[in-house]
């Protein structure tokens, strides 16, 4: 039904314009005898003459007046809307909500986002620069970015990378303090613990070697806490061991800050994106 009232819409409109159904049908790119079939079943449908007709003139009638001047800008109006949704379908659009941690974001996302706004122009970035675990459902997320999200029903995880866990400590500490040959000897160290933000745990010191060796360190706590990157200035201050993410204490190899401990052995873990189904509510990556 809205189909066909949609087509003597159009020949109406394209006959009012045009003044007469033969160049009406060349806008179209139909017949003259379908614009003009087109017209008399709507007519048909009002109950009311729209045109005057004659072999040599077409004008519109009262009703046909009052019709014209009251759908003309709104069906104009319609019609390109549908177009540039046809035009636009697929691509995506609207805000893009993502979370990650605050080095990963600046130091290895930010620099790529030149990039993808000009891939993906429609869409607008809301990025949150956050240490703690978020509820990306909850708190209305479209993309997460980073290790140890919880996979709750609904979401999607792709593997980014395989990140590694190493172990550091500051030139002044390990001058202080030998650094162990192997991870049994890190009972003798001062350890700087990180609790997770989303369990309240602290986390485990469970290393492994390329010889496929793996062992749970232990280490004598001298602080906990909860941001890898508090933890990070604070072994290169020389309060003690730490373990982190490799990408947390890049910086600080690179100035000479901090030093691996114990460089063959490690822990992984995965970076992570896990994006929900839509993006803005109306597309996907």
């Known amino acids: 039904m809205y189909t066909e009232l949609s087509s003597y819409l159009d020949a109406f409109i394209a006959a009012s314009d045009e003044g007469s159904f033969s160049a009406a049908a060349r806008r179209l790119g139909l017949t003259p ?8 079943r709507l007519e048909s449908q009002l109950g009311v003459r729209l045109f005057q007709r004659s072999t040599r003139s077409l004008a519109l009638t009262t009703d046909g007046e009052r019709l014209y001047g009251q759908v003309r800008l709104p069906w104009s109006e319609i019609g390109d809307a549908l177009t540039d949704l046809r035009q636009g379908a ?63 029903e609904g979401l999607v995880a792709r593997e980014l990378s395989r990140v590694r866990v190493v172990l550091v400590a500051s030139p002044d500490y390990l001058q202080r303090f030998p650094a162990p040959d192997n991870p049994a ?9 990180r609790r997770s933000l989303s369990s309240g745990r602290l986390t485990a010191w469970t290393l492994k ?21 508090a933890i990070a200035r604070a072994a290169a201050c020389g309060m003690g061991i730490a373990m982190l993410p490799l990408p947390h204490v890049l910086p600080f190899l690179e100035s000479g800050e901090l030093m691996r401990v114990l460089a063959d052995w490690y822990a992984d873990c995965c970076g992570l994106i896990c994006p929900d189904t839509s993006i803005g509510g109306k597309s996907t990556i």
Do not use: C, W
Request: glycine content about 10%.
């Open 33 to 40: 005898a379908a614009v003009s079939k087109s017209v008399a």
């Open 90 to 152: 697929g691509k995506p659009a609207g805000t893009l909500k993502v979370s990650m941690a605050h080095t990963v974001g600046r130091n290895y996302l930010v620099p790529l986002l030149d990039e993808f706004v000009l891939r993906y122009p429609d869409v607008v970035l809301d990025l949150h620069f956050d240490n703690r675990q978020v509820d990306l459902v909850a708190e209305g997320f479209d993309v997460g970015i980073g290790g140890g999200i919880e996979l709750t």
């Open 185 to 193: 000897e890190l009972v003798r160290h001062r350890g700087l613990l």
């Open 209 to 229: 070697n390329s010889g496929g060796q793996e062992m749970v360190a232990t280490v004598r706590p001298v602080a906990v806490l909860d941001d890898p990157e």
